[in-house]
């Protein structure tokens, strides 16, 4: 069972990746950041609030407090963007797939915070707590790829 929903989430993983690589060839990436609010604060202290935000999340599962777990997805669904262009923190010739990497998983955090928040507000804790093993999956798959190419 366990493999089993660890292959299911690795195939929606590469499915929304492929989703997110179509999408990320028209500048994308510049598309996104415009549409937020830029924040005076560097990636790696979004990143941060982004912590604290799934740490909130899953509190509120524990406590079945689905207005926390609202709450923490909040932040991740309205998070701004950092002072700076996000891809400049990666070597230049990386900067393109790493843009190609924040579009793709901007969607998939979105995705599995939705889905937390709505198992949550159904009293669904298992179903809220699988969800959100699913964005912490998405948020780790992302840190495997990029953590150690930061210049
Ligand atoms: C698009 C890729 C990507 C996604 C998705 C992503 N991260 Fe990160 N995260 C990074 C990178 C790159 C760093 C390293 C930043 C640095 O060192 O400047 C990082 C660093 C962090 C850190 C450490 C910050 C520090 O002070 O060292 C935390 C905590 C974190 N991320 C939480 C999360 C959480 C929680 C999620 C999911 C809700 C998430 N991240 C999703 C790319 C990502």
Redesign the pocket.
Known sequence: MKHFNLKVSAISLALALFAGGVLAQGGAAEDLVAGMERADM????L??V??G???MMHEGILRQNPQMVKSGADI?LTHPAPSHQ?WS??PEDRQAD?KW??VS??K??DQH?EATVEAAAKKDWLKASQSLQE??T??????S???D??K
């Open positions: 560097t990636y790696r202290q990143m941060e982004m912590g935000a799934s740490g991740i996000p923190i990666m790493f990497s924040l998983f901007d998939l955090l915070s964005l912490n998405a948020c780790i798959s992302c840190h790829m990029w953590k190419e930061v």
